[in-house]
């Protein structure tokens, strides 16, 4: 059974406020992936990664650095957080073998910027 | 780019009614892998179904789709509702090969009454 957490699972800030948002996972899966969640997007991919010390850019990866520096683990950074990042952040695994392989899902971070 | 459309965004059913959540896509590829993605809420989003085969049903967990490349479409389909069907369903398509990348539409919250 594929096995994604993430940390911290809720967090509050200010605008202009740092956060990291961490993500693991201990399938060894080379793909790792950050989605944000908002009503009426779905979700929709920021950042991911294909290996440790890879990085690929996604569809809204304004405002948002990753660094991936081990192969089970990938983070997402907020610089300078604004209040248009607050979201259910989703971190994912997938293996990518096989073309249709699935993505393994963590619990989400809520993140909330005042 | 690739794109997803769900076309409810809402949608209340009753008990024991048959359900269908329409998904279309758009890409310029020939070659589409199209997923199901269910989202209950405070979980994980897990897979529900999958397919890269035209005109082949595939079914899980008593749902049901069929991938048609004529129509681009790939709609869920189950033939009578639960109370723990209630959630958010995401279609997603995947293109390319062995990127991982995956589009995912707006989602469609179910809510099953009784």
């Known amino acids: 059974e594929a096995a994604v957490t993430q940390s911290p699972r809720n967090k509050v800030t200010v605008t202009g406020g740092n956060v990291t948002l961490s993500c693991r996972q201990t399938n060894s899966h080379n793909y790792m992936y950050w989605y944000r969640q908002d009503t009426g997007h779905g979700l929709r991919l920021i950042h991911y990664s294909y290996g440790a010390g890879n990085l690929q850019i996604g569809d809204v990866p304004d405002g948002y650095k990753a660094t991936r520096t081990t192969q089970e683990d990938f983070f997402l950074l907020l610089e300078l957080a604004s209040p248009s990042q607050t979201s259910l952040y989703f971190c994912?695994?997938?293996?990518?073998?096989?073309?249709?392989?699935?993505?393994?899902f963590g619990p989400g971070t809520r993140l909330t910027v005042l | 780019g690739d794109s997803v459309t769900q076309t409810e965004g809402l949608v209340t059913l009753t008990e024991g009614l048959p359900v269908m959540l329409n998904c279309t896509y758009q890409?310029?590829?020939?070659?589409?892998?199209l997923f199901w993605y269910v989202h209950y809420l405070n979980e994980s989003p897990w897979l529900l179904l999958r397919?890269?085969?035209?005109?082949k049903r595939t079914e899980h967990q008593g749902f049901h789709a069929t991938l048609h490349k004529s129509s681009s479409s790939f709609h869920l389909q189950k033939s009578s509702a639960q109370l723990s069907d209630s959630a958010l369903y995401y279609c997603a398509l995947k293109t390319g090969g062995l990127s991982g990348k995956l589009t995912f539409g707006e989602g469609t919250q179910v809510t099953v009454i009784s």
């Open positions: 994912a695994s997938s293996d990518e073998r096989d073309w249709g392989d699935e993505q393994y």
């Open positions: 890409t310029i590829y020939s070659n589409a892998f």
């Open positions: 397919s890269s085969t035209d005109n």
